[in-house]
């Protein structure tokens, strides 16, 4: 063990060591248990280096919330069903995923005709958006044979296949593109969210989706302020 904290410690870049600690002293904390226990931490070198190698405080920030969540989320999921598929999501991947949807949310560019929009999407909605589709299961295929992948995005709207979208980046990336252009579009910002889910005609699951997302959210930044940590109701 020694020898593998000496090996992390040499290969990260000016500064890691500090992002290290800050992101192992957050993790280690009593919501995480059921992921260490399904996975040993201090044993993936790869997701340390990656968290390390993060150098913008912001994206720090946001990639530290959306592993806290889906932690979380893990945690109360596992404590009562042990042998369901998310218990077996491992660190790197949360990592992995987290890094990705940061950087793709970052910017935003919709292209509706000759004009470009762009806008932002906030990481911890994507998140919660990935928790309810697909429990972070990047190989998920809906009940219809076509919405697919961590936020089960319907191939019907994309140049991508349903085979092609159970890539995780290409999932994520074109699901943030598809909240983009939802959020950009004048006649359906209002319930952006909701069109999401829904698409052009909005009915009870696309608001009940939208109601629900932005509980999730709104319930996890508390914890986090008031150090209440556990799993967001709902």
């Known amino acids: 063990m020694v ?9 990260l870049p000016p500064g890691g060591e500090q992002v290290l600690h800050q992101t192992i002293q957050p993790l280690e904390s009593g919501f995480h248990q059921t ?4 996975h040993s931490l201090l044993g993936d070198a790869t997701a340390y280096l990656k968290l390390a190698n993060i150098t913008d405080i912001e994206d720090q920030h946001a990639v530290h919330e959306l592993l806290g969540y889906w932690s979380a989320k893990m945690n109360h999921t596992c404590s009562q069903h042990p042998t369901s598929a998310v218990c077996e999501t491992s660190f790197l991947d949360l990592v992995t995923y987290a890094i990705w949807i940061v950087e793709h949310s ?15 999407v906030d990481p911890l909605i994507v998140a919660a958006i990935i928790w ?3 429990k972070i299961l990047a190989h998920a295929v809906g ?11 319907c191939d019907k709207y994309t140049p991508y296949t349903s085979q092609e979208l159970l890539d995780p980046e290409t999932n994520i990336k074109v699901g943030i593109g ?20 829904d698409g ?35």
Request: glycine share 10%; aromatic share 14%; no cysteine.
């Open 143 to 153: 009940p219809n044979g076509r919405d697919s992948g961590l936020m089960q995005v």
């Open 106 to 120: 970052k910017i935003v560019t919709v292209k509706v005709g000759w004009r470009e929009h762009h806008t932002t």
């Open 200 to 234: 052009v005609y909005l009915g009870v699951r696309g608001l009940g989706f939208q109601m629900w997302v932005h509980k999730q959210v709104n319930q996890w930044r508390l914890a986090q302020e008031t150090g209440t940590y556990g799993d967001p109701a709902g």
């Open 35 to 38: 992921l260490l226990s399904k």
């Open 178 to 197: 598809s909240l983009g252009f939802w959020k950009t579009r004048p006649k359906f910002k209002k319930d952006w969210l909701a069109h999401y889910a």
């Open 132 to 134: 309810h589709e697909s």
């Open 3 to 11: 020898t593998f904290i000496f090996t992390v410690l040499m290969l």
